[in-house]
Nanobody, 124 residues
């Protein structure tokens, strides 16, 4: 069992930055691929960024490349999402998720554990 708790959301102006953090409790954090998703009202939850177990490989959706960076600290059991150059369309609830498969397809249905989300609002 893994419990995930997100933090760091808030209100920011367009062009600004926020750093989201996800703290994991439970065993074997390093055995999970960690993923950030987001959901905008009226839309389905979408993949944002993922990082492999060791932290050496990352993948991001095209709309955030060059602006968002995902990282993890397996000693602290945390995964972060640094968000720069934020846009109003980045406004969403951001969720942290964990996938026990070694190779994740980064699909929502494949995730084994979810956090409750943290709200990011970007004003224009």
């Amino acid at each position: 069992q893994v419990q995930l708790v997100e933090s760091g959301g808030g209100l920011v102006q367009a062009g600004g930055s926020l750093r989201l953090s996800c703290a994991a409790s439970g065993r074997s954090f390093s055995n999970y691929v960690m993923v950030w998703f987001r959901r905008t009202p009226g839309k389905e939850r979408e993949f944002v960024a993922g990082i492999n177990r060791a932290g050496g490989s990352t993948y991001r959706v095209d709309t955030v490349k060059g602006r968002f960076t995902i990282s993890r600290d397996n000693d602290k059991n945390t995964v972060d999402l640094q968000m720069n150059k934020l846009l109003p369309e980045d406004t969403a609830v951001y969720y942290c998720a964990a996938d026990r498969d070694y190779y994740s397809d980064y699909k929502e249905i494949s995730m084994d554990y979810w956090g409750k989300g943290t709200l990011v609002t970007v004003s224009s």
